[in-house]
């Protein structure tokens, strides 16, 4: 799960990235640091939160950068981010749905 918050400040839009699953390979619901949605767009746990040109790097291995808050790119960039979000959060809630979840005692047969 992502979750980002958008707010003004200044006349200038800013978001900070609220909840993160994972990072680095256990950052996307397919098991790796990067996801690219349907439009392209694209969101990658590597270092620390920074806005590219078709994507967003969210929370990687620099922790102390975890709350940076980031200054949102003029353009569409925000409506591709919102897309991107949104259909990963839906894959990650279908896989999870998809997934048995096994309580108890349990044999292994190899």
Do not use: C, H
């Not at 694209?42 to 950068?65: C, H, I, K, M, Y």
């Amino acid at each position: 799960m992502l979750k980002i918050a958008v707010s003004e400040v200044f006349g200038k839009k800013v978001l900070v990235i609220v909840e993160q699953d994972g990072i680095g390979s256990a950052f996307s619901p397919r098991g790796n640091a990067r996801f690219k949605a349907s439009n392209g767009f694209w969101l990658r746990s590597q270092t620390l939160p920074e806005p590219s040109d078709r994507g967003l790097f969210v929370r990687g291995t620099n922790r102390s950068a975890d709350e940076k808050i980031i200054e949102v790119p003029k353009g569409e960039w925000l409506d591709l981010l919102r897309v991107a979000v949104r259909e990963m959060n839906a894959l990650d809630e279908k896989l999870e749905k998809d997934t048995i979840k096994i309580s108890g005692k349990v044999e292994i047969i190899e």
